[in-house]
């Protein structure tokens, strides 16, 4: 059974950092993207960041300079270091992995916080 699980979320002040962590597990095939998508109280889900299998990124023009995606594959975990955070980052961040087949595994979510 494939799970994806987010962690590392929580309330920060502006201009702090988090890192996001998402690990996933019960995947026996190589996966072929994984990223973050956030979603703020009324808006859509949008795409953060994502990271392919060759290392290529994609950011949000919101969000470049500012976050970074890594991967730690040994450990089948995706990092998204958000730095200089804003009160607009607040949202819940959701990971996802996409298998080479085009299958998407979503984690439950975990809420960022910016405030002072």
């Known amino acids: 059974q494939v799970q994806v699980v987010e962690s590392g979320g929580g309330l920060v002040q502006p201009g702090g950092s988090l890192r996001l962590s998402c690990a996933a597990s019960?995947?026996?095939?190589?996966?072929?993207?994984r990223g973050w998508y956030r979603q703020a109280p009324g808006k859509e889900r949008e795409l953060v960041a994502s990271?392919?299998?060759?290392?290529?990124?994609d950011y949000a023009d919101s969000v470049k300079g500012r976050f970074a995606i890594s991967t730690d594959n040994p450990k089948n975990t995706v990092y998204l270091q958000m730095n200089s955070l804003k009160p607009e980052d607040t949202a819940v961040y959701y990971c996802?992995?996409?298998?080479?087949?085009?299958?998407?595994?979503w984690g439950k979510g975990t809420l960022v916080t910016v405030s002072s």
């Open positions: 990271i392919n299998n060759w290392g290529r990124t």
């Open positions: 019960g995947i026996i095939f190589s996966i072929n993207a």
């Open positions: 996802y992995v996409r298998l080479p087949d085009g299958i998407v595994y």
